[in-house]
């Protein structure tokens, strides 16, 4: 069993900074992938930041810029600064972590909201 733990969500205004956590525990085996989605009421999941093994990065082209995603592989955590927020960002965001050699098995944290205030 693998459990994701997602911390740092909130209200905040617009142009204000959020940091989301999510630490990993559990039977952890080869964490290859890290990274962040986020779901709007009405619209899909999407991707937000994603960070693998190396850390080479991926970003929405929506966040480029003011979003940071990072890991700390001695305590199988990942993060995500969020700056400079506007009020499109508001969502549900979701951790996800990939294990395996091929990153075959695939986790989500339970979800953590975050509103951004105009």
């Known amino acids: 069993q693998v459990q994701l733990v997602e911390s740092g969500g909130g209200l905040m205004q617009a142009g204000g900074s959020l940091r989301l956590s999510c630490a990993a525990s559990g039977s952890i085996f080869r964490i290859r992938d890290m990274g962040w989605y986020r779901q709007a009421p009405g619209k899909q999941r999407e991707l937000v930041a994603h960070?693998?093994?190396?850390?080479?990065?991926d970003y929405a082209d929506s966040v480029k810029g003011r979003f940071t995603v990072a890991r700390d592989n001695a305590r199988n955590t990942v993060y995500l600064q969020m700056n400079s927020l506007k009020p499109e960002d508001t969502a549900v965001y979701y951790c996800?972590?990939?294990?395996?050699?091929?990153?075959?098995?695939?986790?989500w944290g339970q979800g953590t909201q975050v509103t951004v205030s105009s």
């Open positions: 960070i693998d093994s190396e850390g080479n990065t």
């Open positions: 996800n972590v990939k294990m395996g050699v091929y990153g075959q098995w695939d986790y």
